[in-house]
Structure formats: structure tokens, C-alpha cells
């Protein structure tokens, strides 16, 4: 369970981007964070992740308050926490293979763990067949799957996607969807930041709107509203 709890952000230029934010995230929700650009999203993205800090408030994972991790726990946090951005941020000169190892073999994992687990998560996104493929080889959609896959490898409970789908057209989008619905159907909590009204309203999933800092609404099944 995620909780933000009278959430206020405030950047060093005075932009208040964020005021009285009260969220909960239950485990294995499939979340929409919706509105226009400028809203707040990807600043509610960034203080989950802790790549900044909240204003005033409190974010709980777990009951534990994010807000008050020291900088050498931070690293621990993104474990739990994925994220996929709108960019793909592939390693060009590596194999699709070995872009999704690479966090593994970071964290020292055997040879025998890193097959399974990135054939696993290359299977999941619907990929195992490029595999060998290099970056500049894929379509867009493909390298967002490779990005996805990268996310999930090291099997984070929390999935945070920023604008997933917003380079790509709707049939690669609904490809994208498929993997994320997926991942959320083995119990990954999943978490997208979206404009894409379409896909949103056609998911009927847990909807947030965020309009100028402040949530406008909070459906637990809903689809992307006009104010
Ligand atoms: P998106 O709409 O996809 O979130 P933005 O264009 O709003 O992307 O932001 C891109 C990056 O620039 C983000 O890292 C964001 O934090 C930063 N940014 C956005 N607005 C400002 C600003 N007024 N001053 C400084 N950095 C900003
Ligand atoms: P969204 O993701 O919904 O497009 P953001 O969270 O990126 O919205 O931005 C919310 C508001 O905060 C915007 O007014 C944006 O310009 C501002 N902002 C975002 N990042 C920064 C930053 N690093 N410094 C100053 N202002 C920022």
C-alpha cells in the first residue's frame, strides 16, 4: 500500500506543484495518473522515487515513511520501484538481451539467475525472438517493451510508468497496455501517468486527476473525464 498524505511541493522557484495531495495505492492496483502537461504527475513520480523531496506531507510504502529515508537508503527504495519513462534510455551498444541483464549483473547475480530472469521478463513483454536484436533494430514499441522488461526483472513490487505510451501510435500503445496489464495480473502494483484518453477509458481502472497541483478526482473504476 502506497499512501500520500497531505502532499505539498513546493521547487526552489516558488512553482507550487503539488498542494494537499491524499492517495491511497492498495497492493496490485493498476493506477492512472491523469491531466494535462504541467499538472503535477511526474512530480508525484519524483518524490515516490525520492528523486525529490516533498514540501510537507508524508508518503508511506508499507507504513514506512519515504520522506524520512536517509540518501544511502534510497537506493533500497528504487529496488521496490521501477520505472519506465516516455524516452526508452537503451544502451545502444548492447543487446536487447544484455540491456535487461544489466541491472542484474550489477547487483551480482549468477550467470544461471540472469538467463532465467531476462528470458522471463522478455517473455513477458511479448519479445523473446530479438533477444540478440541491437536497440537501433526496433520499432519504438519494441524498444518500450525492452524498457518495460528492464523495469521488471529484478521483480520490483511497484511499477511506475511516466507517459509510456506517449511516442508511440494506438495499436503500439494497446501492445504496451497488454505487457503492463500483464505484469499487474502477476500482483506487480502498477502505476502510469498518462494523457492518452483512449487507453484510460477503455481500462476502466483506478483513475487520478491531477489539475494544477490539486486532485480533481479519485474513481477506484473510471475512465478520463473533462472537467
Ligand atoms: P512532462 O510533461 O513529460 O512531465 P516536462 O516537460 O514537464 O515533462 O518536464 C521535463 C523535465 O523538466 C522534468 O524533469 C521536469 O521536472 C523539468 N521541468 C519542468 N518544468 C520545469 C521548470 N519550470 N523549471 C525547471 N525544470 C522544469
Ligand atoms: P506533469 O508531469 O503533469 O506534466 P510536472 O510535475 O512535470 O507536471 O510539473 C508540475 C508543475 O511543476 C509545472 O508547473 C512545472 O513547470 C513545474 N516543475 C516541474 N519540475 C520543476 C522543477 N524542477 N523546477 C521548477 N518547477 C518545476
Redesign the pocket.
Known amino acids: 500500500m502506497i499512501q500520500f498524505e497531505n502532499v505539498y511541493k513546493e521547487?526552489?522557484?516558488g512553482?507550487m506543484?503539488l498542494s494537499n495531495i491524499n492517495l491511497s495505492i492498495p497492493k496490485g492496483d493498476f493506477l492512472f495518473l491523469v491531466?494535462?502537461?504541467?499538472?503535477?504527475?511526474?512530480?508525484?513520480i519524483?518524490l515516490l522515487i525520492r528523486e525529490?523531496k516533498v514540501t510537507r506531507g508524508r508518503i508511506l510504502i508499507d507504513g514506512n515513511d519515504i520522506t524520512k529515508l536517509r540518501k544511502k537508503d534510497i537506493p533500497k527504495l528504487r529496488r521496490n520501484i521501477s520505472v519506465v519513462f516516455q524516452d526508452f534510455r537503451l544502451l545502444d551498444k548492447k543487446t536487447i538481451f544484455e540491456n535487461v541483464a544489466y541491472a542484474l549483473e550489477i547487483q551480482g547475480a549468477s550467470k544461471n539467475e540472469i538467463k532465467k530472469s531476462v528470458t522471463e521478463a522478455l517473455e513477458i513483454v511479448n519479445l523473446s525472438n530479438r533477444a540478440q536484436s541491437y536497440p537501433d533494430e526496433l520499432s519504438g514499441g519494441e524498444s518500450q517493451r525492452v524498457s518495460i522488461a528492464r523495469a521488471i526483472v529484478n521483480n520490483a513490487p511497484i511499477l511506475v510508468c511516466?507517459e509510456p505510451t506517449g511516442n508511440l501510435d494506438t495499436n503500439t500503445a494497446w501492445d504496451i497496455m497488454q505487457a503492463l496489464i500483464k505484469i499487474n495480473e502477476r500482483g506487480t502494483t502498477v502505476i502510469m501517468?498518462t494523457h492518452a484518453v483512449e487507453i484510460v477509458n477503455k481500462m476502466q481502472r483506478h483513475v487520478v486527476k491531477?489539475l494544477d497541483?490539486h486532485i480533481v478526482y479519485d474513481v477506484e473504476k473510471g475512465g478520463y473525464y473533462e472537467d
Open positions: 521547487y526552489s522557484n512553482v506543484a491531466g494535462s502537461s504541467g499538472a503535477g504527475k511526474s512530480t508525484m519524483k525529490e511516466d501517468a491531477i497541483g
